[in-house]
Nanobody, 122 residues
Framework: QVQLVESGGGLVQAGDSLRLSCAAS????????MGWFRRAPGKEREFVGV????????YYADSVKGRFTISRDNAKNTVYLQTNSLKPEDTAVYYC???????????????WGQGTQVTVSS
């Protein structure tokens, strides 16, 4: 069982960067794949990226590929989402999630954080 807490969101200008963090409870953290999702106003929650248990494999949504980077530090029980070259359309609540399988589908994730707000002005 994992508890997740996101942080690092804020209000920034287009072109700026933010580093989001997801702190997890320590037990068996390294045995979970970790995904990032986001929900923009008026839209359904969508996949952003995922990182494998060891951190050796990552996948990203086409909309963020080349701009966002997922990493994890299992010793610190923390997953990061580095968001560069932010655009107004990146404005959303960002969630981290823990699951057993590398997947783009939120149904494959068992544990979710409360989310952190990212707002990008034009």
């Amino acid at each position: 069982q994992v508890q997740l807490v996101e942080s690092g969101g804020g209000l920034v200008q287009a072109g700026d960067s933010l580093r989001l963090s997801c702190a997890a409870s320590g037990r068996a953290f390294s045995s979970y794949t970790m995904g990032w999702f986001r929900r923009a106003p008026g839209k359904e929650r969508e996949f952003v990226g995922v990182i494998s248990m060891s951190g050796g494999t990552t996948y990203y949504a086409d909309s963020v590929k080349g701009r966002f980077t997922i990493s994890r530090d299992n010793a610190k029980n923390t997953v990061y989402l580095q968001t560069n070259s932010l655009k107004p359309e990146d404005t959303a609540v960002y969630y981290c999630a823990a699951g057993r399988f590398v997947s783009r589908s939120e149904s494959q994730y068992s544990y979710w954080g409360q989310g952190t707000q990212v707002t990008v002005s034009s």
